[in-house]
């Protein structure tokens, strides 16, 4: 799968999954795309669709079993992942976890990138449905989760966290034009 890269979601300064000072942190970045499968002959007119795409950086302090992904990292990544699809429609809106259901395929090794791609399936006024799936470089589907967020408004007693601009760093590399999963 090809995606075309429209923007990159900002960092937090701690988080553990996406934390740019958190030696912990699985360094994942965020993407706003959309999907551009491969052309081929005979198939139908393909409408792109917006997603976003999750890269992370899995590292030894990660692991569960010698040279693997623990669960409930992989677990962690694909709430944040799918938690902040929500931006894909509207920037400006969070989300909080209402439930989240993870379904382990494969190992997820240590030693590459990962990627999740995360999507709306469902939209409501005050929670949306979502999905994500962990994929390795070569397409390998390791992981995938299906859950309920609740939107967290302008009006939420604890959104003050999104105002604090110490916490949210914006990367200054350049955006890559595509990322590509074989």
Request: hydrophobic share 35%; with cysteine; net charge negative.
């Amino acid at each position: 799968m090809k995606y075309r890269v429209i923007s990159r979601q900002a960092n937090n300064a701690m988080c553990f999954v996406c934390g740019v000072q958190n030696d912990a942190s699985t360094k994942a970045e965020f993407y706003l795309c959309e999907t551009t499968p491969p052309l081929t002959e005979g198939t139908e007119e393909f409408k792109p669709e917006k997603v976003l795409l999750t890269v992370a950086h899995p590292q030894e302090i990660h692991q569960s079993y010698p040279g693997r992904m623990h669960g409930g990292i992989i677990s962690a990544l694909l709430d944040e992942a799918t938690g902040r699809s929500v931006e894909t429609i509207n920037p400006d809106l969070w989300a909080v976890t209402i439930e989240l259901q993870v379904k382990f395929r494969k190992p997820v090794p240590l030693d590459q990138t990962v990627y999740i791609e995360s999507k709306i399936t469902k939209m409501g006024k005050r929670a949306f449905e979502g999905e994500g799936k962990l994929f390795l470089k070569d397409g390998t589907l390791c992981a995938a989760a299906t859950g309920k967020f609740f939107i967290i408004n302008e009006t939420e007693p604890f959104r003050d966290f999104k105002n604090d601009t110490s916490q949210w760093i914006t990367s200054e590399e350049p955006l890559p034009e595509f990322i590509e999963l074989k």
